[in-house]
């Protein structure tokens, strides 16, 4: 079945360390997307891209970053700049070009908490 | 720019009732439109989405929505409220911009199903 999987869904850190959460598809999508989700504020987008070996800023990319080597896997990495980084985090995909409606494809997420 | 306005962030109905949960819309241009339904601690799954074809669109589980161009609303309903319906929806947008769309997301409507 083709899909979107993230991995770890639970990750527990301390503070100052570096996390890297896993997102990979099988969808063959050229775009791919993380969000960040808190209570009462919706998903805000830290990167997105849309083709291998480039990526831009969302609106809230201050201490994350990504990889975008291959067109199935778009890794993200939370540092230890970003100052409140105990979140869900949701990778997504979708189709590029022509037929592109803007639907997304969402994985399960992953819920880091750093204590 | 788009944007999306969800209003009511906590909505309860009693099981058997008529579910309504609303959405408007700002866009600069035909818009295409969906409604992401999240059960906790797992990723979006599209309901339903509107891509200017019929007005009122048909989803899974029973949902539907109407798209109305002179409200700028796309309110989501489900005539008969299951136990199995609370979770949290989200209403998105999306501009037709030749195959380069991005969803812009609202906060969120949490739906309590009351016993």
């Known amino acids: 079945d083709g899909g979107i999987t993230q991995s770890p869904k639970y990750l527990f850190r301390k503070e100052g360390q570096n996390v890297t959460l896993s997102c990979e598809q099988n969808l063959n999508h050229d775009a791919m997307y993380w969000y960040r989700q808190d209570p009462g504020q919706g998903l805000r987008l830290i990167y997105y891209s849309q083709i291998v070996n480039d990526f831009q800023k969302g609106d809230i990319a201050e201490g994350y970053s990504v990889s975008r080597e291959k067109k199935e896997s778009f890794p993200l990495t939370v540092t230890s700049a970003q100052k409140n980084p105990t979140a869900f985090y949701l990778c997504a995909s979708s189709i590029m070009g022509q037929g592109n409606t803007g639907e997304l494809f969402f994985g399960e997420g992953s819920r880091l908490t750093v204590l | 720019a788009q944007s999306v306005t969800q209003l009511g962030s906590h909505v309860s109905v009693s099981e058997g009732a008529l579910v309504l949960l609303r959405c408007n819309y700002s866009?600069?241009?035909?818009?295409?439109l969906f409604w992401y339904v999240q059960y906790p601690n797992q990723g979006l799954q599209l309901l339903l989405k509107?891509?200017?074809?019929?007005?009122l669109v048909k989803g899974i589980n029973g949902f539907e929505a109407e798209f109305k161009k002179s409200e700028t609303s796309f309110h989501l309903t489900k005539p008969s409220a299951h136990m199995s319906d609370a979770a949290e929806y989200f209403c998105a947008v999306s501009e037709s911009n030749f195959g380069n769309e991005k969803l812009t997301f609202g906060t969120g409507t949490r739906l309590t199903i009351i016993p």
């Open positions: 866009s600069s241009v035909p818009p295409y």
């Open positions: 509107y891509t200017s074809a019929a007005t």
